[in-house]
């Protein structure tokens, strides 16, 4: 007898298969992400730079585009069971399955620690070892856990936007974002609290998974990638959202 999960994946395979066979890539992203990484409406992502960098990806390799947006929580294993090609602007350590198969990186990102001016001064993470930090329920905090330990307290919200708001009406003290994010935000209106100096966690260049059950080769992807860092097709993106 054939075990359910075992069926769906080989289903899901299969249409992975047949979308590379008529020509397409299938792009995923996460359904709690925000601009500029992603607008997304009723389901349907909009505008951003997922949807860039998928149409570009797409473009390099010749192939049409689909986007299915996602729960963060399904997002590895869709990508395992073959329901998209590749998900971009992540990490390794973000989605930690071996299967999975990483792009070059190609995009620099920083991880930022914001920390009220009401709070005590901090000049490094284990300052506020103990303390409610405001995080994003489901995304991995590697950097925080390794210096801080059973020290790191996370105060979950279910989107960035909703754990600076949290900042803002004085119910943290502490939260963590990304400069990506926080620029473009601050850029469109965004109002928070006088701040101490931003803290850097972590500098990074996202990178893309692609699934292993892609038709789709790593080295395809990396030579995508390569030529348009090489066009400044990123630094063009980069600007369209300042």
């Known amino acids: 007898m054939v075990k359910p999960q075992t069926w769906l994946a080989g289903v899901a395979g299969l249409l992975l298969a047949l979308s590379a066979a008529a020509g397409e890539l299938v792009v995923l992203v996460d359904d709690s992400t925000e601009m500029p990484q992603a607008n997304i409406v009723n389901g349907q992502l909009q505008d951003g730079l997922h949807r860039d960098i998928g149409l570009e990806l797409a473009a390099h390799l010749r192939l049409g585009v689909r986007f299915r947006v996602l729960p963060r929580k399904r997002l590895t294993a869709a990508l395992e069971q073959g329901q998209g090609d590749v998900l971009c602007l992540s990490l390794p350590q973000w989605m930690p399955a071996p299967t999975l198969r990483w792009s070059r ?17 901090r000049s490094q993470l284990g300052d506020v070892a103990g303390q409610p930090v405001g995080t994003v329920l489901g995304f991995a905090y590697p950097e925080m856990l390794q210096q801080l330990g059973s020290g790191f307290v996370r105060d979950d919200a279910h989107s960035m936007v909703d754990s600076l708001r949290k900042l803002a009406a004085g119910r ?17 209106g965004l109002r928070l609290p006088p701040l ?35 066009e400044g097709v990123f630094q063009r993106m ?5």
């Open 105 to 121: 990186p190609f995009l620099d990102n920083q991880d930022l620690l914001l920390s009220s001016r009401l709070a005590a001064a």
């Open 238 to 242: 980069l600007r369209h959202y300042r």
């Open 196 to 230: 101490q100096p931003a803290l850097v966690i972590s500098q990074y260049r996202n990178r893309c998974a692609l699934s292993p059950r892609s038709l789709i080769t790593r080295s395809e992807l990396d030579r995508a990638l390569a030529a348009m860092q090489q």
């Open 172 to 188: 943290v003290q502490h939260v963590v974002t990304n400069r990506l994010y926080l620029d473009y935000q601050l850029a469109h």
